[in-house]
């Protein structure tokens, strides 16, 4: 991590001898960088687009952003707030505050939601980060220069047909993780995320560009940002919930993590809400990148988890330069699924490290060897297995495959429950005052976010999971 390691930072909220020994963040830009390489990912660019897609646009995208705001920014203040305050890895930084505070250790349950959910949403992200790795090749080629709907979409289905192909490219995403969890080396990256995310952000704005060209661009606005409530289902507001904590890294105590390195000095509510106006920017940019595209060659926006390796390329076949911006773009596609997927393994890997006390390296083989395996399920989905729906008898669960209920389950129940753990301990157990400290905002603030995340959030989430369940 990128982290200074100089004797001389002691905290004085912080627990004895942690944040001292372990160094803190160099600045708040070095929080940001990390906090955004992990928010900003294939959630933004991949499902965004095809959950709104699937759920019929405008309503979906609202219910999304009054969940970001009013759900995901206050917990993103939470885990950072509880991470910054124990000063530990997030099962010791729990444990330390409940411990001070002569309360029950039960919320090791966070940290065991966090290591599970990583786990398996690093096995299936893995999987669609060989897609991304795949298309740098697909688009570098040439190949798509020209090309209809047809052939492209040709092109999706020859890769999704052929598991030794997913297998190779999932292969190297996880290993190119791996790589970087074992070596504990963070600073190269963040560096790097300094320059890839602008650049991923100019490049999402020339599709952008493109999709004004082709007569749809209005359409496009339309369907994302004019609720049609009649096309919102319960379970897409649950998806919409699920999502919000997806994106923004949220319920599985990463967040928590990385405050633990944050300087006293720095706003929490700044910092997390600059994460968070970023990492929607993304979205919406992507949306309005490859709506237009779907809608010009008759394309159907449900289309699923295909959807933008169905239009993206499109549009790179048919912009001038487009080889050189389809590649571009899968390339920095690629670094910003590693920054999120690193940040998905090195929770485990810490956990392993404290709790087992294997090495970092042991730990990283033992992890991505579990990981990469499970994966192997999420690739057998999309052809031999495709129509195998194990839970299928459940009617919610109808016609899922593995990855999808890989996704179901972590997105839309997993991630909750954390983030609802984390609300509740904020909102319930912490003291107070220590919580004013941490935040140190105006008393009219802290009582906003303190009616959110005692009250406003946790009936946000156990409201939405009530209807579903019924
Ligand atoms: N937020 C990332 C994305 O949108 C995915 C991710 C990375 C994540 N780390 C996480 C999701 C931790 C939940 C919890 O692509």
Known sequence: MSVTSSGSATQSGALEGSNAKRGLWSSRLAFVLAATGSAVGLGNIWKFPYVTGENGGGAFVLVYLLCIAIVGI???????????????????????????????????????????????????????????????????????????????????????SNPTTLLAWHTLFMGLVMLVVARGVRSGLERAVSILMPALFLLLLIVVGYAMTTGHFGQAVAFLFQPDFTKLTTSGVLVALGHAFFTLSLGMAVMMAYGSYLPKNISIAKTSITVSVIDTGVALLAGLAIFPIVFANGLEPSAGPGLIFQTLPLAFGQMPMGTLFGTLFFVLLIFAAWTSGISLLEPIVEWLEEQKGMNRAVSTLAAGIVCWTLGIASILSLNLWADFAPLGFIPMLEGKTIFDLLDFFTANILLPLGGLLVALFAGWVMSRQAMENELSLSPAMFNLWFVTIRFIAPIAVAVVFIYNLL
């Open 74 to 160: 206050p917990i993103m203040m939470a885990e950072v707030m509880i991470g910054r305050r124990g000063g530990h890895s997030p099962v010791n930084s729990l444990r330390l505050i409940t411990e001070r505070d002569g309360l029950k250790p039960a919320w090791k349950l966070v940290g065991a939601i966090g290591v599970l959910a990583g786990f398996l949403i690093l096995s299936f992200y893995s999987v669609i980060g060989g897609w991304a790795i795949s298309y740098v090749g697909t688009t570098a080629s040439g190949q798509l220069a020209g090309q209809s709907a047809d052939a492209v979409g040709a092109i999706f289905s020859g890769l999704l």
